[in-house]
């Protein structure tokens, strides 16, 4: 195997230089104001949420007793004999 020296790098211009950094920091901050406005819309949905929950939780509960009663008329059909 031989050793060879890793080539020297590269200079870049202080363009590209400052192209990039600009690029960066455009997307960071871009970045921290779409979390912010994404983080006010995701917590007034909760908000609404929170609000409904009850509502809907009454509305599961009662359909699951609704269908619990149906299933027990139709166990008590099947196992009681005819007269």
């Given at each position: 195997m031989s050793a060879q020296a890793?080539?020297?790098p590269v200079q870049v211009?202080?363009?590209i230089k400052f192209c990039r950094w600009s690029l960066l920091l455009t997307g960071v901050v871009?970045?921290?104001y779409h979390q912010r406005r994404l983080s006010?819309?995701?917590?007034a949905l909760r908000e609404q949420d929170l609000k409904e929950k009850p509502i809907r939780d009454a509305k599961i509960a009662a359909e699951k007793?609704?269908?619990?009663e149906a299933e027990?008329?139709?166990?008590n059909d099947l196992f009681t004999p005819p007269k």
């Open positions: 890793a080539p020297r211009s202080p363009f871009y970045g921290i006010k819309r995701e917590n007793k609704r269908l619990q027990m008329k139709i166990l």
